[in-house]
């Protein structure tokens, strides 16, 4: 073996491992998340946490139980003004358009989608926030609402168009009108899918902050109603950690870990439920 | 692509031949409509949304006009507002992120493409799925306890002891700064090029590397001299990604950049970013100039991360294209 044909081997097998490195090094980032949060915010989570007002400031104790629903709240709106929308709106683009309505609207979506969500904060302060002059749990779920549209959207409708046209032939060969069509026979066929999209767009906005930092702004007491300002995990996280109370600091940890743990479970469930299969065979 | 070419081209002659009224009596017409309805709003709310960022921020471009990125006192107290510290540190951390981010994307990217068996490939894409799914308020809050006493400590230091001759590296070890922002940014960016960067890598034709390697190449020159170049294009596009991420990212920079308005040369030096100075500041402007230039450095974020989404996404459909185009099957 000639000695240049040693060192080109040599590169080969170094490079490649290098990769593999890089790639170790990558996903053991997730490890050292989750092991950070778990050391630091397993050990402060207590029944308390979920249960109790945080104390007032100075006090140690307390907890986030405001938070918590807050953060409950404020998704359930952001579901029900973001999902019908992405839902519906896929719906037209998978199975009425075509052509140019189709490309704007796709375009619409994707630019909503790149948009940062500080902006999408601006925006919502600007439409939600100002004209009432006061914070409130409606501002925040729209603001997340907004975001989930277009993750809605877009992955709903490949669903929506990976469903065989065999099936649509079939149901229209047999008298059916088209919407009655779509809605015995194509969303069904596509339901895991769409399932996983709303998941992941939920799971998406349900550790989203900045956008709340302007709308339902916090709330370090129990927010009565849709009109008032709220607390939220995510917010709380954030205060509390640049806060300069050890206490807070050590609550803002088992946030931190309740958060990340309910997202990462929202993920793999719908990971899981998509990878079950798709009800249908591909054509 | 199966599923973009199995288009129903809108129930074909079936629908066509019915009259409108007969398609209005079977629900078809007003299923149509509704949905119709709920897809222009996602193009009516994305219009507003350009809409609000242009009109809320008439006072600061009339004022200031082209001065408003090129001067850096931001006094609120004397409506002087200049952006340039802001849009400095935004454009600094997203640099730095990406010197870091970028090595180390491509290269799990080509180990996940190329090497790894399928299986060990699925499941480590899984985890980097998940890692893209950590919100940002999480890297913040271990920013904040974990990356900046580390950089105090220890990293800033050693930078300074061993490369302490370039002004990047001078000055005090605050923890936080420049330097802190853009590695705790580069965590958060990586997921996205290592997604994006396998996907283009596994569409790149199998004969490509067959025929390097029938030529006598080694596994890293077929990968490195030929799969990798076929796939620039997309690769570009999970860079460019990346890069709209980390302008626009929020919460973690905030957190850990210091929001200190200053144009400084060292890494080290405590600095602010647009977003940062938005999520600060947006709700106590003292005065409607002051908002209007917030709103205003929104608009360039937006118009940065629109640009530069379009043309990823542009860079990557054109790779995937290519690579299918070739007919590997």
Known sequence: ?283 | MATTTTTVPSAGPVAGSRSFLSRFREGDEIARMITFLFAASVVLVTFLLVFELWQGSVLPRHKFGFNFFRTSVWDPNFDQFGALPFIYGTLVTAAVSLVIAVPLGIGAAIFLAELAPARLSDSLEFFIDLLAAVPSVIYGLLGVFIVVPLMRDYLQPALKNSLGFLPIFQGPAYGVGFLTAGIVLAIMVIPYIISVSREVLLSVPRDQREAALSLGSTRWESTWKVVVPFARGGIMGSIFLALARALGETMAVTMVIGNNPIVSASLFSPGYSIAAVIANELTEATSNLHYQSLIELGLVLFILTFVLNGLARLMIVATSQRGAGMGHA
């Open chain 1, 1 to 283: 073996m000639s000695s240049r044909l040693r060192w080109r081997k040599f590169v080969s097998n170094f490079m490649l491992t290098m990769t593999g490195v890089c790639a170790a090094i990558s996903v053991s980032v997730l490890f050292f998340i989750l092991g950070y949060l778990v050391y630091h915010g397993g050990t402060s989570i207590s029944w308390n946490f979920f249960t109790k007002l945080p104390a007032p400031v100075g006090e140690t104790g307390g907890g986030m139980a405001n938070a918590i629903v807050g953060s409950g709240k404020l998704l359930l709106l952001a579901t029900i003004f973001g999902v019908p929308i992405g839902f519906l709106g896929a719906i037209y683009l998978a199975e009425f358009s075509g052509g140019t309505t189709a490309f704007v609207v796709r375009y619409a979506a994707d630019l909503l989608n790149g948009v940062p969500s500080i902006v999408i904060g601006i925006f919502a302060y600007a439409l939600a926030v100002l004209p009432f002059k006061h914070f409130s749990t409606l501002a925040g779920g729209f603001a997340l609402g907004l975001m989930m549209i277009p993750i809605t959207l877009r992955s709903t409708e490949e669903f929506l168009r990976g469903v065989p046209n065999a099936l649509r032939e079939a149901s229209m060969a047999l008298g059916a009108s088209k919407w009655k069509t779509i809605a015995s026979v194509i969303v069904p066929a596509a339901y895991r899918g769409i399932l996983t999209a709303i998941l992941l767009a939920f799971a998406r906005v349900a550790g989203e902050t900045a956008p709340l930092l302007f709308t339902a702004f916090g709330n370090r007491f129990w927010s009565n109603g849709w009109n008032q300002p709220t607390a939220s995990l995510p917010a709380m996280i954030y205060n509390y950690a640049i806060a300069p109370y050890d206490d807070w600091h050590r609550q803002a940890w088992a946030a931190g870990l309740v958060l990340l743990g309910l997202i990462l479970v929202i993920n793999i469930v719908a990971r899981a439920i998509l990878s079950r299969g798709i009800a249908v065979p591909r054509a």
